[in-house]
């Protein structure tokens, strides 16, 4: 099985999460954040993978220190779980449209980490959560899960649409990527290592 647990704590977060490649049914998130938790569901949803996060941050400074700690915590287990990476796809691309938006995701679990985030929001905020944060949550994965990650919103009026439209990509993509391929023996790189 395909799995990792962590427990991070600083000064500013305490999480607990639990990551299961393998198993859809399991999936329990609260941050304390309405809006990250949605669109969290929607990610563990569209990538088929059994999530549970618990997070207490420090909410009463804002909600940037929760997200991003998240994200970290999210980037290690992801990593964690996919071991050697042997026999896996490696990448993964995924258009979502979502009502007038439209949202690409494509990433590749090299080992390199990279971030191109290419998406703007007219809303700061929804809920008490500020959308900024959405770039914050997919650095932190992106450099911890050691993966290239480029995510676009092509179209869009609606922020809310926007950025689910984005999660909702980046679970699909991942879900491709990390696919066990029978035809794949090893790693899929002609360098032998991922």
């Given at each position: 099985?395909?799995?990792?647990?962590?427990?991070?704590?600083?000064?500013?977060?305490?999480?607990?999460?639990?990551?299961?490649?393998?198993?859809?049914?399991?999936?329990?998130?609260?941050?304390?954040?309405?809006?990250?938790?949605?669109?969290?569901?929607?990610?563990?949803?569209?990538?088929?993978i059994?999530?549970?996060?618990?997070?207490?941050?420090?909410?009463?400074?804002?909600?940037?220190?929760?997200?991003?700690?998240?994200?970290?915590?999210?980037?290690q287990?992801?990593?964690?779980?996919?071991?050697?990476?042997?026999?896996?796809?490696?990448?993964?691309?995924?258009?979502?449209?979502?009502?007038?938006?439209?949202?690409?995701?494509?990433?590749?679990?090299s080992g390199?980490?990279?971030?191109v985030?290419?998406?703007?929001?007219?809303?700061?905020?929804?809920?008490?959560?500020?959308t900024?944060?959405?770039?914050?949550?997919?650095?932190?994965?992106a450099?911890?899960?050691?993966?290239?990650?480029?995510?676009?919103?092509?179209?869009?009026?609606?922020?809310?649409?926007?950025?689910?439209a984005?999660?909702?990509?980046f679970?699909?993509?991942?879900?491709?990527?990390?696919?066990?391929?029978?035809?794949?023996?090893?790693?899929?790189?002609?360098?032998?290592?991922?």
């Amino acid at each position: 099985m395909r799995t990792a647990k962590m427990e991070r704590k600083t000064a500013e977060t305490s999480i607990k999460m639990e990551v299961y490649l393998d198993q859809s049914e399991k999936c329990e998130i609260n941050t304390g954040v309405g809006f990250l938790d949605h669109m969290l569901t929607l990610f563990a949803r569209h990538s088929r993978i059994g999530f549970v996060c618990e997070a207490i941050g420090d909410l009463e400074v804002d909600s940037h220190h929760t997200a991003e700690d998240v994200g970290i915590v999210l980037g290690q287990c992801l990593k964690e779980a996919l071991g050697d990476k042997a026999g896996i796809n490696r990448y993964g691309s995924e258009y979502v449209p979502m009502d007038e938006s439209l949202g690409f995701v494509a990433l590749d679990l090299s080992g390199r980490s990279y971030l191109v985030f290419d998406a703007t929001f007219d809303n700061p905020k929804l809920g008490a959560f500020d959308t900024e944060l959405v770039e914050e949550f997919f650095q932190a994965v992106a450099f911890n899960a050691a993966m290239n990650l480029h995510c676009r919103v092509l179209y869009g009026k609606n922020t809310h649409h926007k950025i689910e439209a984005l999660f909702k990509a980046f679970g699909r993509a991942l879900r491709q990527a990390i696919t066990v391929n029978p035809d794949i023996q090893g790693v899929n790189s002609t360098k032998g290592v991922l």
